[in-house]
């Protein structure tokens, strides 16, 4: 039998739904409670409810009672209820939905009672279930089961998330240089953001994207906006941020007026390392002061997570560079050619500097030019053989500061002669150290990388390391050949076996270390010619090798 109109006499809220969950009956204490004086004919699955467990947590299902009651013909009890009346007003409702039978048994309409419970919940002092604790409990085991790294860990941190609550995720990681961060981001609804965001970090030099970020990080306070309109959100992203939207317009994506915005501070052993973010359009399930309980957790977790892998990556990442010195080390006193230490030297250069290349150049005492002598990393085929001044821009400037340049615009290098070069490489950083040798300037060691590079103190101590090997495989070079010179027999040097000024030219780049191809390239002959001239300057000259070969003509000035 249908309720009746006298149910306005009663003071709990009364509704009743048919078997479609439309309304077909509510008394005045459900008008006053839900906040309008015409729910007859609204439907439950518009209602905007959202079903929550005791704590507040969303409900995986999050049917509305009545259409739950009329699915299964079972009574539904105890079911928490957050909704947002249409003057705004937050309440939090627990609905008994009862199922109403004819006398065949068949169900022919849905009573559903509510009770508003927002005070009970609000009420601190209240036992019940932590808001959250299953999403940190789901985090937490996301980070467990990560790599141990720190990129690993908040990536898989912020996908997890992702997925438990809608919205663009965001976190942010200081770097060694705190005026840089590391930024990770997810999104379930809209993962297109997300991969521009990333871009977009990647491509403003790791400064922080949202001015939100730099505030929660700096004051250690979370800010909750939960609805905060699009304009006044544009208008208050940083000034990079602004400039990189203006250039680079994001991808179309649902519209929206307004928005929700949570940022939390990470924490880990009593520091801030970085900030947790919340994007998402504002809904019937706003962000509250309990999101940034639970949200602050998980931040928390993160935080310390992330720490303790960058503690557990610096350290393998030290011992990696300890065993990388010794293997110079070995290579400088195993023998004396000067060539195959420095590459050694470079090699270990590039894996221990995580770098894309590196080259070393010697000064020319002939006339005082520095010259390439050795290098790896570099994608060209051949690179050119640049003589450059000491004083030159580049290498000049790097090795009096000691330190790393960040290369934007190329052209703004208008005494760098290697401007091609850097282009053709895709360069982005350069740093060069000077190679110093009983206090005289024998050369320089050049790092090069193909995005921007954050140095931090022990990197740089491991470059400075590097070029000190490089500095003692120079003066070891000289000691033994100056050795070997004071043993030599006094006397006129041998005379220079008869060679033509076309052999004389390939024996000059045989000496410099050039393969026969590279020397075919230079006197652009076919390698075949190279290779039988070479045959014939061995014959002549009574060498077994290149090597001795080289030693020869470089000692008894045949070249």
């Known amino acids: 039998m249908p309720i009746q109109a006298d149910s306005d006499a009663l003071p709990v809220a009364v509704l009743t739904y048919d078997l479609d969950g439309t309304v077909t009956s509510a008394n005045q204490a459900a008008a ?10 609204t439907k439950a699955a518009d209602a905007g409810w959202l079903i929550t467990d005791a704590a507040g947590w969303p409900d995986r299902g ?10 299964t013909g079972q009574p539904q009890r105890g079911v928490v209820a957050h909704i947002t009346t249409p003057h705004g007003v937050e309440r939090w409702l627990q609905a008994d939905a009862m199922p109403r039978k004819d006398a065949a048994g068949d169900v022919e309409q849905i009573v559903l009672t509510l009770t508003d419970i927002t005070q009970l919940l609000s009420d601190a002092r209240l036992p019940r279930p932590g808001y959250g604790a299953g999403a940190v409990a789901t985090i937490t085991d996301q980070i467990a089961s990560a790599k141990l790294d720190p990129q690993a860990i908040l990536e898989a941190a912020v996908e997890k998330l992702a997925k438990l609550r809608s919205g663009t995720w965001l976190a942010s990681l200081i770097n060694k240089d705190p005026s840089t961060m590391r930024v990770y981001a997810a999104s379930d609804l809209d993962p297109q953001i997300a991969e521009y965001i990333k871009s977009m970090q990647r491509q ?13 990080v700096e004051t250690g306070e979370a800010v909750l906006m939960p609805n905060v309109p699009l304009g006044d959100f544009m208008d208050a992203l940083s000034a990079d941020t602004k ?6 317009p994001p991808p179309t994506t649902a519209p929206t007026t307004h928005m929700g915005v949570l940022f939390v501070p990470m924490h880990a052993r009593g520091s801030i390392v970085g900030a947790l973010g919340l994007f998402e359009r504002r809904s019937s399930n706003p962000l509250t002061q309990r999101d940034v309980v639970w949200i602050q ?20 990442s030290r011992l990696e560079r300890l065993t990388a010195l010794r293997s110079v080390q070995l290579a400088i006193t195993a023998g004396p050619d000067l060539r195959l230490t420095l590459r050694v030297i470079l090699d270990q250069a590039v894996q221990g500097l995580s ?11 002939s006339d005082g030019l520095l010259s390439l002598v050795a290098s790896t990393g570099f994608r060209s085929t051949s690179i050119p053989d640049y003589r450059l001044p000491v004083d030159e821009g580049m290498p000049g400037s790097a090795m009096q500061a000691r330190r790393i340049s960040t290369i934007t615009t190329l052209g703004a290098f208008s005494q760098f002669r290697r401007r091609s070069l850097f282009a053709r490489e895709g360069f982005k950083a350069y740093g060069a150290v000077p190679l110093i040798v009983g206090g005289k300037l024998m050369g320089v060691l050049e790092v ?9 103190r022990e990197w740089l101590e491991f470059l400075d390391a590097l070029a000190t090997d490089a500095a003692l495989a120079i003066e070891h070079a000289s000691l033994q050949q100056n050795a070997r010179d004071s043993r030599a027999p006094a006397g006129p040097k041998s005379a220079s076996p008869a060679v033509s000024s076309l052999d004389r030219e390939i024996l000059g780049h045989v000496v410099e270390g050039l393969s026969n191809r590279a020397i075919a390239e230079k006197v652009h002959l076919s390698s075949h010619t190279v290779k039988f001239h070479l045959g014939q300057m061995l014959s002549r000259s009574g060498a077994t090798n290149r090597t001795e070969l080289s030693r020869k003509a470089t000692r008894e000035g045949w070249i």
């Open 448 to 456: 090069f990388h193909r995005s921007v590079l954050e140095p931090d």
């Open 297 to 316: 957790e998980v931040a928390d977790r993160m935080g310390l997570a992330a720490d303790n892998a960058q503690l557990y990556v610096d350290a393998v």
């Open 204 to 216: 403003t030099d790791a400064a922080p994207p949202f001015a939100l970020t730099s505030r929660v």
């Open 32 to 41: 006053a409670l839900l906040g309008s004086d015409t729910l007859a004919g």
């Open 355 to 365: 770098i894309d290349a590196a080259d070393v150049l010697l000064v020319d005492e």
């Open 62 to 71: 999050n049917f509305h009672p009545a259409l739950e009651a009329a699915r």
């Open 243 to 248: 400039a990189y939207l203006a250039g680079h």
